[in-house]
């Protein structure tokens, strides 16, 4: 419980301070921290308008995608706390959670009958579809490193296993669940969110038409979205047997991390070219293999 209690207060500030990094680096003044938060606010007062070329699909899925969400979020574990609802292979539901929530998006942009949102439910399919393998490599590492295959166990006994490799394996996890973040999520360098140059925009293009309410729980969703992938890196990097005070000033420290390397990651990386996001979404899954590889070798299960 204290894990997914943590995983929302954290989303409340994560925007901030990808806002306030990004701010800081490019020499304004910018919003402030709690912006992204009175934006909500005010979506949240507002009425939804919906184009009669939409339908019901087109309706619930915001509700869908932040209710995806929130399931995955009962799936990761905090300190020596398990998960809320852990169960051997419960990596897999997370993984799948987050795609259905994906999949009810991309639908409902295709509802708009929009060629337009169809372009944008398109490029984000691809994406999704591409850096998937990543993600599933890299648990099968975790999880052939510690002979576990539940979240609450693999980083429980991540730190007890007594391998002389487990920070090089945490540093590999925390560089790829950042990519895998920063895709999910559509960020520079694979999408931008501030972007209007229609031939570039993914995600943004496909919520166009959702206004008010709705588009209010899309922008939940991202954030939580943001602070479940912080919580996966903390899981990573910080052994689960300190203090549980301790534990969780390291938790928002984390967090507040992975912000700031996002806010600098758009602050001074471009954008890729379209053509060139397949080959960097690809090189993730290239390098979560080698992990992989590496942990059989480590292991004595390849021959």
């Not at 929530?101 to 169809?118: P, R, V």
């Not at 429980?156 to 990519?179: A, E, H, K, P, R």
Request: with cysteine; proline share 4%.
């Amino acid at each position: 419980m204290a894990g997914f209690v943590l995983i929302v207060v954290a989303a409340f500030f994560v925007p901030g301070i990808i806002l306030r990094t990004k701010s800081i680096a490019s020499g304004r003044k910018g919003p402030g921290l709690f912006q992204p938060l009175k934006d909500i606010i005010v979506l949240l007062k507002k009425g939804s308008v919906f184009s009669t070329t939409t339908g019901l699909i087109f309706q619930i899925a915001p509700a869908v995608t932040l209710a995806t969400i929130i399931c995955a979020m009962l799936l990761l574990p905090f300190a020596e706390q398990k998960a809320m609802l852990p169960f051997e292979g419960d990596f897999v539901l997370f993984a799948y959670l987050l795609a259905l929530g994906k999949f009810f998006t991309i639908i409902a942009a295709l509802d708009t009958g929009s060629s337009f949102e169809g372009m944008g439910a398109s490029r984000e399919a691809l994406f999704s579809m591409l850096v998937e393998p990543a993600f599933f490599i890299l648990l099968a590492t975790f999880a052939m490193f510690t002979g576990y295959t539940s979240f609450s166990v693999i980083f429980n006994q991540f730190f007890v296993t007594g391998n002389d490799y487990v920070m090089i394996y945490s540093i590999i996890g925390v560089y790829l669940f950042i990519q895998i973040a920063m895709v999910e999520n559509s960020r520079i360098p694979v999408d931008d969110p501030k972007t209007h140059l229609e031939l570039t925009m993914i995600h943004e293009v496909m919520i166009l038409d959702y206004s008010g309410f709705d588009k209010a729980l899309i922008h939940i969703g991202t954030y939580l979205k943001f602070a479940l992938y912080g919580s996966l890196i903390y899981n990573l990097i910080v052994p689960a047997g300190w203090n549980i005070f301790l534990q969780a000033g390291l938790f928002f420290t984390v967090q507040a991390f992975f912000a700031i390397v996002i806010g600098l990651t758009e602050s001074f990386r471009a954008r890729n070219k379209m053509n060139k996001n397949p080959k960097f979404i690809l090189t993730l899954s290239a390098i979560a293999w080698i992990a992989f590889t590496v942990i059989l070798i480590l292991t004595d299960k390849l021959a």
